[in-house]
């Protein structure tokens, strides 16, 4: 890595992001990599990305073909520019590299930048150019700083690295009749003022299932900039309490507590460049700017937006939906619509459902055990839509009620996760350790165990796992020998043969093939 003493400038704008308990690390610019377009990902600004969970070299696979893009803000001479950084492994070495897109626009050979974090943005922030730090109400760099600390229990997301691995299909001949449900719903409209008013004081409110806080700056910009200019809105979805009278959300939180967060002063709107321009960095009034120096909006548009008016679809679902251990707060026709409704254009999968509905301790495991480095070996990169989140679920449930089993596979593991939602702690640990020793077991003596032709064998993996687990339970030494010895007398069983060729999830055949494979692992 090249290195040189710092300039006074630079200490000077090191000293402010450390007086800021900014991280960050050190960017040295070469002429070789502004020419070629390639900056190195040294293992500082490697561990950096991984560590605020941005981006995972660790898992990504190596050429440009599965590259990642991410949103990148250059703050150099004095300037704000928003472009996209791509994140790759070199195919020779494996190298890790990225360049930010027009870079060589804003940096010059010598110079030292500091990346940083902001939620999911990465920030180059040029420390060897002449222009100081502007601390400054609405300066660039304060409206970045003050994004960073946003309670990061309010914005929860993900972020996919590379291309998802291919998931055997896991159909089941058997279905579950869908249950009826007796719903009645009106119609009711409110104005953005009303709608923050009713929030604020409690009358609408986030049920159980609901969670997290997920769009970025530009997302609540935009909607809030809708707003003003008119534009159409999708509806939001809520549904009555029948004791309070309040009403739950159900489809609509994204939107609502954009409104609220803007109403209250919590962000201006984002300077991007797809925001019309007026607004850009603008508080909602000088009642709640950050200081008087702020932008604000002007008087003709704050009555647009309070008096914006957002249509609303209440629910009184039936009382004998109500679930019998979590009562109406978890009413199955709500539920239901929950699962149903759609307004992004990309419908939720199943395990992205179980993790707003059903979300305690065990979905907690899942996640932790999901950045397990012998899983990730297995299955490979991170899977953008949580299917490497359900596998482990069908490991953990099987392994503990699979005599119980009863098709499809997306009820037994939604009855789980229910059932087990808030799982002792002392459980947890137990089933933490087991997945833990037992991935390392199988990913040591093959990483492809489970993969054929790129695709992940869900068949094979439960009744190995759980054959496995359960013999590592009860004491039984599996070596490499033993392992490879088991394995080959499971995969040429008729009757696995027959429990893993087709409709892998019938009650049947998931039984049977995690009988064998219990018996042949723990030696009977």
């Not at 502007?134 to 003050?146: A, K, L, N, R, T």
């Not at 159909?171 to 923050?196: A, C, I, M, N, Q």
């Not at 949580?386 to 099987?398: C, G, H, N, P, Q």
């Not at 339970?473 to 010895?485: I, M, P, S």
Request: proline share 3%; hydrophobic share 35%.
């Amino acid at each position: 890595m090249n290195t040189r003493e710092l300039t006074s400038v630079e200490l000077e704008k090191i000293e402010v992001l450390k007086g800021l308990s900014i991280d960050f690390e050190l960017l040295y610019v070469t002429e070789t990599g502004l020419r070629k377009s390639i900056l190195d990902a040294t293992a500082p600004i490697v561990q950096l990305l991984k560590n605020k969970q941005v981006h995972d070299f660790d898992v990504q696979l190596s050429g440009t073909e599965h590259k990642v893009m991410l949103t990148c803000i250059v703050l150099s001479n004095g300037a704000r520019e928003e472009t996209k950084t791509s994140l790759y492994k070199a195919t020779a070495r494996g190298d890790t590299r990225f360049w930010p897109g027009r870079f060589n626009h804003f940096a010059s050979d010598g110079q030292i930048f500091a990346m940083f974090i902001e939620n999911s943005n990465i920030i180059l922030l040029n420390l060897s150019d002449e222009y100081p730090l502007d601390m400054s109400d609405g300066s660039d760099f304060s409206e970045i700083v003050s994004r960073i600390n946003i309670d990061s229990t309010e914005l929860i997301g993900t972020v996919g690295v590379g291309e998802d691995t291919k998931v055997e299909n896991d159909e089941s001949s058997e279905s579950e009749l869908p249950s009826r449900f007796e719903v009645s719903s009106y119609g009711w409209d409110s104005d953005v003022e009303g709608l923050v008013k009713r929030l604020n004081r409690g009358d609408i409110k986030l049920p159980g299932f609901q969670r997290g806080f997920v769009w970025s700056l530009t997302e609540q910009s935009r909607f809030i900039e809708s707003l003003i200019l008119g534009l159409p809105v999708p509806n939001i979805f809520l549904a009555q309490d029948r004791d309070s009278r309040t009403l739950n959300i159900i489809d609509g939180q994204q939107r609502l507590k954009t409104l609220q967060r803007y109403l209250a002063g919590k962000f201006s709107i984002s300077n991007s460049k797809k925001i019309h321009e007026d607004l850009r960095g603008c508080y909602f009034s000088s009642d709640v700017a950050k200081s008087s120096k702020s932008k604000v909006l002007d008087d003709a548009d704050i009555r647009t937006l309070s008096d914006s008016v957002l249509h609303s679809i209440v629910i009184r679902p039936d009382p004998s939906a109500d679930s019998s251990t979590y009562g109406y707060e978890y009413n199955n026709a709500v539920i239901q619509i929950f699962r149903r409704l759609n307004t992004s254009g990309k419908p939720l999968q199943p395990q992205e459902v179980r993790s707003c509905i059903f979300y305690g301790s065990l979905d907690s495991l899942l996640h932790d055990l999901n950045e397990t480095s012998s899983w990730r070996t297995l299955f490979g990169p991170k899977h953008s839509r949580y299917k490497d989140v359900e596998t482990i679920l069908r490991f953990v449930a099987l392994y503990e009620e699979y005599d119980n089993y009863k098709a499809p596979m997306p009820s037994f593991l939604d009855k789980y996760m229910e059932k087990n939602r808030n799982i002792p702690q002392e459980k947890l640990h137990e089933l933490k350790n087991l997945f833990e020793q037992t991935t390392t077991l199988l990913s040591s003596f093959d990483s492809k165990l489970f993969k054929t032709g790129g695709t992940f064998l869900l068949s094979k993996f439960d009744s190995v796992m759980v054959g496995v687990a359960k013999a590592l339970n009860h004491g039984v030494t599996l070596d490499e020998e033993t392992l490879a010895k088991c394995l080959e007398q499971l995969v040429n069983d008729e009757e696995y043969k027959k429990a893993t060729d087709e409709f892998i999830n019938d009650t049947e055949n998931v039984i049977s093939r995690v009988d064998i494979a219990m018996k042949i692992f723990m030696g009977e």
